[in-house]
């Protein structure tokens, strides 16, 4: 099994910024892609970012774009997600996923990633 756990989550002013970190631990798949993926109350689940196992593949999603950077330590296994300028309409909890990636881009869909965290709790105050 693969248990991935989120944390760097909090409470930050609008064009602040957060790092979050998922650090995955088991060894059910040397090659995974990993995944951001937002949730904000009474809203489906939102595609952030996702990574290659490589990390030569990054996925961005348009709202997030030029101001997240995601990047991943293979070594530590962890992934990280560097949110700057953020904004009120980034709050959401913030959920870290990973699936076993047979190719070189990774999945925007949720239904692909195999293993989830337990998310953290961004909240960015007007």
């Known amino acids: 099994q693969v248990q991935l756990v989120e944390s760097g989550g909090g409470l930050v002013q609008a064009g602040g910024s957060l790092r979050l970190s998922c650090a995955a631990s088991?060894?059910?798949?040397?090659?995974?892609?990993m995944g951001w993926f937002r949730q904000a109350p009474g809203k489906e689940r939102e595609f952030v970012a996702a990574?290659?196992?490589?990390?030569?593949?990054?996925y961005y999603a348009d709202s997030v774009k030029g101001r997240f950077t995601l990047s991943r330590d293979n070594a530590k296994n962890t992934v990280y997600l560097q949110a700057n300028s953020l904004k009120p309409e980034d709050t959401a909890v913030y959920y870290c996923?990973?699936?076993?990636?047979?190719?070189?881009?990774?999945?925007?869909?949720?239904?692909?990633?195999?293993?989830w965290g337990q998310g953290t709790q961004v909240t960015v105050s007007s």
């Open positions: 088991g060894r059910t798949f040397s090659k995974y892609a």
């Open positions: 990574i290659s196992w490589s990390g030569a593949n990054i």
């Open positions: 996923a990973a699936y076993s990636l047979s190719g070189s881009y990774p999945s925007d869909r949720p239904s692909e990633y195999t293993y």
